[in-house]
């Protein structure tokens, strides 16, 4: 599955259980996400050490994840973090 500009995915940071809403915005030509999503400042503190995430998202009716890390997250009147694109997917609905 491709990600376009406008799709909503739920990022996971390593460290934290809760789940942010973010938006792509835009998709680099080796397959990163970059993605605008409002975290607190916390979430910008612990990411330059534990930079892992997970990725989730519905296509075509399910709901998939997929591993991932921070690349850059750049924080202003809006945070944008840049995503290692997926390699693979997995149902996240399984156990």
């Known amino acids: 599955m491709g990600f376009v500009s406008g799709d909503n995915v739920l990022v996971e940071f390593s460290t934290f259980e809760d789940r942010f809403?973010?938006?792509?915005?835009?998709?680099?030509?080796?397959?990163?996400?970059?993605?605008s999503?409002?975290?607190?400042?916390?979430?910008?503190?612990?990411?330059e050490s534990?930079?892992?995430a997970v990725v989730r998202y519905v296509a075509q009716g399910r709901l998939l994840d997929?591993?991932?890390?921070?690349?850059?997250?750049?924080?202003?009147?809006?945070?944008?973090?840049?995503l290692k694109g997926p390699k693979s997917f997995c149902d996240a609905e399984v156990p």
């Open 66 to 82: 997929f591993a991932s890390r921070v690349l850059a997250m750049h924080s202003g009147s809006v945070t944008m973090v840049t």
């Open 37 to 47: 999503i409002a975290v607190p400042e916390t979430i910008l503190q612990r990411v």
């Open 21 to 35: 809403l973010g938006e792509v915005i835009a998709v680099t030509d080796s397959g990163d996400l970059v993605v």
């Open 50 to 52: 534990h930079s892992f």
